[in-house]
């Protein structure tokens, strides 16, 4: 289910499946092609790792706790813009009057007989700009007036539904495709793993797409690995 997810901090490479015959293991790439000698990686069983992995994405991610944390975090950061795209509107819409002001000069120019094959071009251009400029003061209007985002205990269940759906179903290929949707890269390191993550499905879940403006929606939280080594072929701690 890691493949491709879980990395070595230490070599930046990504770590492999391998197997003793009776379990199945992550190791370091490095390790794997040598020895535990020439890179003392740590090795950890498959079945362990991919079931904690899971279950602090539902804890720290998924959760509806999590989830409001992280609406609460979205409308804080719209609040704190507010600002920033007043002054955004206020500059745009000097541009505006600027460019109306030159698509009149053109027209006025085929009124007064010019040719308008003469202006043609000119004429596109700025009716081009001039829709681009008042598309975006439109979605610049919409964030800045927007009301703080009132999650319903409704939408955090269907987001946590939605999130969960695939691994509950159990099937391998949708359990893949939910991590590979939400996880970024998983780094080893010691005796620590580092979970990079996106938050941006729950921006899209919820149907607000320009919610995330201005969000850092890239996010880690570590986890102790102590319990889940191996030494060898051995399970350290059960």
Not at 38 to 43: D, I, S
Not at 94 to 118: C, F, M, N, T
Not at 132 to 160: F, H, K, N
Not at 222 to 236: K, S, T
Request: hydrophobic share 40%; charged share 25%.
């Amino acid at each position: 289910l890691l493949t491709g997810l879980l990395w070595c901090g230490v070599h930046n490479l990504p770590y492999v499946g391998t197997s003793n015959g009776h379990h199945e293991y992550y190791i370091c790439s490095v390790r794997n092609r040598h020895n535990k000698e020439a890179a003392n990686c740590p090795m950890l069983r498959r079945e362990s790792l991919e079931q904690m992995l899971l279950v602090q994405l539902q804890e720290r991610v998924f959760s509806p706790t999590a989830i409001r944390s992280f609406w609460q975090e979205v409308n804080e950061t719209r609040q704190q813009d507010r600002g920033k795209y007043a002054g955004q509107l206020e500059g745009l819409g000097k541009q505006l009057s600027q460019a109306r002001r030159e698509l009149h000069r053109l027209q006025q120019a085929i009124v007064d007989g010019i040719p308008a094959s003469q202006v043609k071009e000119p004429l596109d251009r700025a009716t081009m700009r001039l829709d681009s400029l008042e598309q975006e003061q439109a979605r610049l209007t919409a964030i800045a007036d927007a009301s703080p985002l009132a999650i319903s205990d409704e939408l955090v269940a269907e987001m946590c539904a939605i999130a969960w759906q695939a691994v509950n179903d159990g099937e391998p290929e949708k359990v893949k495709a939910f991590l590979a949707q939400h996880v970024k890269r998983a780094v080893i390191e010691g005796k620590t793993l580092t979970i990079h993550y996106s938050t941006e499905r729950l921006v899209v879940t919820a149907w607000l797409p320009e919610s995330g403006e201005g969000l850092s929606l890239q996010k880690c939280f570590m986890v102790d690995l102590a319990p889940y080594l191996v030494a060898g072929r051995r399970r350290i701690v059960a």
